[in-house]
């Protein structure tokens, strides 16, 4: 492999490049493009919700789709943009804040976004063959066990394989992080996004296992005749309940604790202030974590667990605020004092503390078991996550995409346009889902095609559907404005922000092997520390010599698309035995293909000192 | 900044404005207007909760608007580094002990609450009613008293009434929100939760788990009554004449065929039968199907072709579809079908 490649590829080779890529950094731009994706599609799912609730009893769409829209709207946005955005940050940043070149295992990484894609498409295939999944993004046996059709097929299938992307994500950033720190980079120095990284990882290391043995159970029990969660065979429908949230609430915390990371970066540059209570922040984010934990039960309260347990995990749902209201005082105190300057990054931040500390609140409401039997599956539900999901995650994912933008791609976003996004979101958002609280109490059940005319919901739902429509026109800006500033955005330097932290040392975007000598860090927010002391960068810790990078393969793409196929072969086998072949055509493509990796000797390649000095490389 | 404040403000009256439009809900549905036991203790824990997040959420937005006016960066400072604090012992501690002190104000009648909603104690000396959730209907087997119904759930106000719930199919969940909070129906394992009417009155019941396409149809009544009007009730179901001739030729008819074709699935009476939902006071029911009006057009309409009521249901495809005549003489026989004198409107009439 060439370590100077043309700079003005053709579109073939940049694609190939791509397909092959174990460069961390494209690997976050395939997230980036992949999730995406995912996001608007998503979003077109949440319109076609809004628009037939926009008046009792429409009829924009039938029941039986209204239940695919609900369910693919749900899945699509955690498993398949939620997530992936989330990685596409992690990717993008995280090994460049510890100082390292890659992340430990570049092929697995690779790996895990094609299988994610893979996994998505699949899932995605199922609204052109026949229907898409329709028993919730929960799937609840014994509805989704027993449903006609192979929608639920596709759910578990495609999940299983983007899946195992997101477990292989996990482990690699744990172990990115774990050894692959920069020189004096302890873990007490570490900025708060790459512990917030850290543990995450370490979340979807202990929750994906049970979501993948529950997709098992209900795999075979859809498609081999077992009866898991069959009630008439001596299974059990509460179980998968159980399975899926023992996955499914800490999958919330997966989600939040890289956006509570970014907020953190982001407060902290714009207020040009060191992190206040660093450590009370870490510990706040491992409590975070390990309480994640404890809580699934929450999600069942009304499932008849008995008061006993429902007392314990109303409880223990409740000592989450603790550590979060932690969190929330430690930002505001960042703030306190500092030199704040408000950009598109910083009015996502700023705007996430009110909307996420409505969210917390709702949420300790919800803890309340004895009050959670009137919230539980209403409107009031679907209110709180969005509060917690949109108003954290996603308000989370725009401040880090405006912050990191510049790192990632050399180019400012537009401000003016960031700033239309994020007014027409920001007010659509909270237009959307704040009346959602009452109409869950005025008894409007969540998932619900249709509400009676004489109800008392009619103004709340048009208010709902009206303030969607603004989070379109902010989501469709916020494209523009990615369109617009690749075409005219202007070039920028390594350290647009005046930054802290080890990323903004390097140049925009950074060269292929990040750090052309990995620097020696010297406390928290290392590059602030050196500008204090005068200098310009970092202070090197080691001479300039050869790096040793890997080499692009094509195999994870392989490997994913053998799978993609299995699963396909999977659903259909239950129709005819002949699909089993391609059940053992996916699967010999898959383990041919780790075959392949497992023999042939790949020692990556050197980039040389001599090509490093000439400023090769890129 | 004043364009900034501005817009959050806007927003604020906007929201408060809109709840203010649309209430508190529907009397005899909304959670927030209680007319039960447990609705009542639900929404106790719901304004102390609140209450709580609400004093913590004025706290965190007085900070946050003195931090963004005070420290925000004035023009010519753009360079100015501030201090760079590390915190502050002191304060974390406040911030810890005092949220973990707001928690135990919730926590405890949380808990309280919790225990009282699931008391069993005076079960066996109480009415028990079977409730099994079906795919997409009610039914009520009043074991006692050897009554079976549908859709309508008859109580005595002012007692204690324990239903123990079950799924016949998949999960649904048993929700009145101006009665009490809801409990799910499981296919495995018998759930018992308590209801106490306050006042009389016909309470809108939902499905809260999702259950099928049909799902937001699924609705269903509980008919509070006074005791003496439960009682008269109780024996009006429980002497129904089975053999009685209806008085009309065509509703003669239609209870012919009704016994040769639906008699299978629907009962009349206290027989077991629960296919379909039991029409033995169908006459008296609130709706029809749980939320179309019971007219006799909307009845034959439903014979004729019940998938466009409720897509997904069981009866489709399970049934010989009669013609409209028959369907017309089915509707007049069902409609005549009202064994007692206490019916949802005396319910509503005596509130």
Not at chain 1, 57 to 64: H, I, K, L, R, T
Not at chain 1, 555 to 582: E, N, T
Not at chain 2, 275 to 293: C, H, I, Y
Not at chain 2, 295 to 309: A, D, F, G, S, Y
């Amino acid at each position: 492999m060439s370590t100077t490649i043309a700079q003005n590829k053709g579109f073939g080779a940049t694609l190939w490049d791509y397909l092959t890529t174990v460069d961390h950094k494209k690997i976050a731009i395939l997230y980036l493009i992949g999730g995406g994706f995912f996001f608007l599609l998503g979003g077109l799912e949440a319109m076609a919700i809004r628009i037939q609730l926009i008046k009792p009893e429409n009829d924009f769409v039938s029941a039986g789709f209204y239940n695919e829209l609900l369910t693919m709207h749900g899945t699509t946005m955690i498993f398949l943009a939620a997530m992936p955005l989330i990685f596409a940050l992690l990717n993008a940043v995280v090994p460049l804040q510890i100082g390292a070149r890659d992340v430990a295992f570049p092929f697995l990484n690779s790996l895990g976004f094609w299988l994610f894609l893979f996994g998505g498409i699949l899932l995605n295939c199922s609204w052109f063959l026949g229907g898409a999944p329709d028993a919730g993004w929960t799937a609840y046996a014994p509805l989704s066990t027993t449903q006609p059709g192979h929608g639920v097929d596709f759910y578990v299938l495609g999940l299983q394989i983007s899946g195992a992307g997101t477990l292989m994500g996990g482990i690699n950033f744990l172990v990115t992080i774990v050894n692959m720190r920069a020189p004096g980079m302890t873990y007490m120095r570490m900025p708060l996004f790459t512990w917030t990284a850290f543990v995450t990882s370490a979340l979807i290391l202990f929750a994906f296992p049970a979501l993948t043995v529950g997709l098992f159970l209900m795999m075979f029990d859809r498609l081999f005749g077992s009866g898991f969660f069959d009630a008439n065979m001596g299974g059990n429908s509460v179980i998968w309940e159980h399975l899926f949230w023992i996955f499914g609430h800490p999958e919330v915390y997966i989600l939040i604790l890289p956006a509570f990371g970014v907020f953190s970066d982001v407060f902290s540059t714009f207020s040009k202030k060191r992190l206040f209570g660093y450590t009370a922040m870490v510990f706040a984010t491992v409590l975070i974590g390990f309480l994640g934990f404890m809580v699934w039960a929450h999600h069942m309260f009304t499932v008849g667990l008995g008061p006993a347990a429902n007392s314990i995990f109303a409880v223990a749902t409740m000592a989450i605020a603790v550590p979060t209201g932690i969190k929330i005082f430690n930002w505001l105190f960042t703030l306190w004092g500092g030199n704040i300057k408000i950009n598109s990054a910083m009015l996502w931040s700023l705007a996430f503390i009110p909307s996420f500390t409505i969210g917390g609140m709702t949420g300790v409401m919800l803890a309340a078991a004895a009050a959670d039997y009137q919230f539980h599956d209403t409107y009031f539900v679907v209110a709180h996550f969005h509060y917690v999901i949109v108003g954290g995650v996603v308000f989370g994912i725009f401040a880090g995409l405006h912050y990191w933008w510049p790192k990632m791609f050399g180019k400012i976003l537009d401000e003016t346009l960031g700033k239309i996004t994020f007014w027409t979101f920001f007010i659509g958002f909270h237009l959307t889902f704040f009346i959602q609280h009452f109409l869950g109490l005025m008894g409007m059940p969540r998932r619900y095609w249709v509400y009676l005319t004489d109800q008392g919901l009619n103004t709340g739902n048009l208010i709902s559907t009206i303030g969607a429509f603004f989070m379109a026109i902010g989501a469709i800006v916020f494209l523009y404005n990615v369109i617009i500033t690749s075409i005219k955005g202007e070039k920028v330097g390594g350290d647009p922000w005046d930054g802290r932290t080890l990323e903004w040392s390097i140049p925009s975007p950074p060269p292929h092997y990040n750090f052309k000598q990995l620097p020696l860090v010297r406390g928290l927010d290392p590059l602030w520390i050196e500008k204090t002391e005068g200098r310009k960068g970092m202070t090197p810790a080691e001479p300039v010599g050869d790096i040793h990078m890997p080499n692009p393969t094509i195999l994870p793409f392989v490997m994913s698309f053998g799978l993609f196929i299995a699963g396909f072969g999977f659903i259909y086998q239950v129709d005819d035995a002949s699909w089993l072949s391609a059940v053992f055509i996916g699967m010999g493509i898959c383990l041919g293909a780790m075959f392949v990796r497992s023999v042939k000797d790949d020692h990556g390649h050197h980039i040389h000192k001599e090509d490093l000095d000439k400023g090769d490389g890129l | 900044m004043k364009g900034w404040m501005g817009k959050v403000r806007a927003l604020f009256w906007l929201s408060i404005l809109s709840i203010v439009l649309s209430g508190c809900g529907k009397e005899n549905l909304s959670a927030f207007l209680p007319k039960g036991y447990g609705a009542q203790v639900s929404l106790d824990i719901i304004f102390i909760s609140l209450a709580v997040m609400v004093f913590v959420f004025i706290v965190v937005m007085i900070i946050y608007t003195f931090v963004l006016v005070k420290f925000r960066q004035k023009k010519g400072q753009e360079d100015f580094v501030p201090k760079q604090t590390e915190g502050n012992k002191a304060l974390e501690v406040v911030w810890t002990v005092i949220p973990i002190l707001l928690l135990i104000i919730i926590a405890v009648p949380t808990i309280a609450a919790t225990y009282d909603l699931a008391d069993e104690s005076d079960k066996a000396d109480s009415l028990n009613i079977s409730v099994t959730g079906n795919q997409y209907w009610w039914h009520f087997n009043y074991g006692e008293e050897e009554i079976q119904t549908s859709q309508d759930m008859y109580i005595p106000v002012g007692e204690k009434v324990y239903l123990n719930m079950m799924s016949s199919d998949v999960l649904h969940s048993f929700w009145v929100p101006s009665i009490s909070g809801k409990m799910d129906t499981n296919p495995e394992n018998e759930n018992t939760m308590y209801i106490e009417a306050l006042e009389e009155g016909v309470y809108w019941g939902k499905c809260a788990e999702l259950c099928g396409p049909s799902h937001s149809l699924m609705d269903f009544k509980i008919v509070a009554v006074s005791p003496e009007e439960y009682q008269q009730w109780v024996e009006d179901m429980q002497n129904v004449d089975l053999e009685a001739t209806p008085e009309t030729a065509s509703a003669q008819e239609g209870q012919a065929i009704f016994e040769n074709s639906c008699l299978g699935c629907h009962a009349i009476g206290s027989s077991p039968t629960a296919v379909g939902p039991n029409l033995t006071n169908f006459g008296d029911r609130t709706k029809l199907a749980g939320v179309e009006d019971l007219t006799h057009e909307n009845v034959v309409n439903w014979i004729l072709n019940p998938e466009k009521m409720k897509p997904g249901n069981k009866m489709t495809g399970n049934y010989t579809v009669p013609s409209e005549e028959e369907a017309e003489k089915i509707a007049d026989y069902l409609l005549q079908l009202k064994p007692s004198d206490v019916t949802p409107e005396t319910a509503s009439s005596n509130n």
